[in-house]
Each structure stands twice: as structure tokens, then as C-alpha cells.
Nanobody
Framework: VQLQASGGGLVQPGESLRLSCAASGSIFSIGVMGWYRQAPGKQRELVAQISRDGTTTYADSAKGRFTISRHNAENTVTLQMNRLNPDDTAEYFC??????????????WGQGTEVTVSS
């Protein structure tokens, strides 16, 4: 099982970015999917997560600006980030709670994608 993240980049304050993450490999089912971020010198923190039925959870810093969504049939999760500010600068990681086979479940992480917000 692999998670492939994409969509990071350099933007100016106030601009938007869309991060995508696709799970591939031997997958029986996928539960919660989410996005985390880690800024230099800081711990990794949850940004947003979404359950299979679409229930979402957001960090306070993301509420009202970010939107997480998923496409269950395509095993993808997307994070739309609007009104970005320099505090959003970090490496962003997607995570999936994935069952490769019936009766198993593990946490899988994608590689990070860098988001830099700077004027």
C-alpha cells in the first residue's frame, strides 16, 4: 500500500493550494483519511481528517479556510486550502487508516509535500 501526495508549492499570502493524495496497492478498505503538517522545529499536527461516511474534523487553524474531501471509489483525499498565510508553511503529509486485507488495519503515511506561503 502506498500513499502518493501532490500539490504543494510556493504561494503568496491570501492565495490557495489544493493538495491531493492517492492510495494504491492491495487495499481491502480505507477508513479515516487525513492531512497532517509539520513546520520546522515543531511537532506534526492534524490539519483535517475525513471518515469514510464524510464526517470531517478540522484543526482550529484550518476551520473556515480549508476543506477536506475524499473520493472513496478512487481512494483519494483532497485538501483545498484557501486564504493561506505564512503560518501555514509546513510539510504536509496525508495519512490513511487502511485495511490491506480483511481483518487487518494499519496507518499508512504518504511522503510529504512542501507548502510555502511567502511574499
Amino acid at each position: 500500500v502506498q500513499l502518493q501526495a501532490s500539490g504543494g508549492g510556493l504561494v503568496q499570502p491570501g492565495e490557495s493550494l489544493r493538495l491531493s493524495c492517492a492510495a494504491s496497492g492491495s487495499i481491502f478498505s480505507i477508513g479515516v483519511m487525513g492531512w497532517y503538517r509539520q513546520a520546522p522545529g515543531k511537532q506534526r499536527e492534524l490539519v483535517a481528517q475525513i471518515s469514510r461516511d464524510g464526517t470531517t474534523t478540522y484543526a482550529d487553524s484550518a476551520k473556515g479556510r480549508f476543506t477536506i474531501s475524499r473520493h472513496n471509489a478512487e481512494n483519494t483525499v483532497t485538501l483545498q486550502m484557501n486564504r493561506l498565510n505564512p503560518d501555514d508553511t509546513a510539510e504536509y503529509f496525508c495519512k490513511g487508516r487502511i485495511s490491506p486485507t480483511w481483518g487487518t488495519i494499519y496507518n499508512y503515511w504518504g511522503q510529504g509535500t512542501e507548502v510555502t506561503v511567502s511574499s
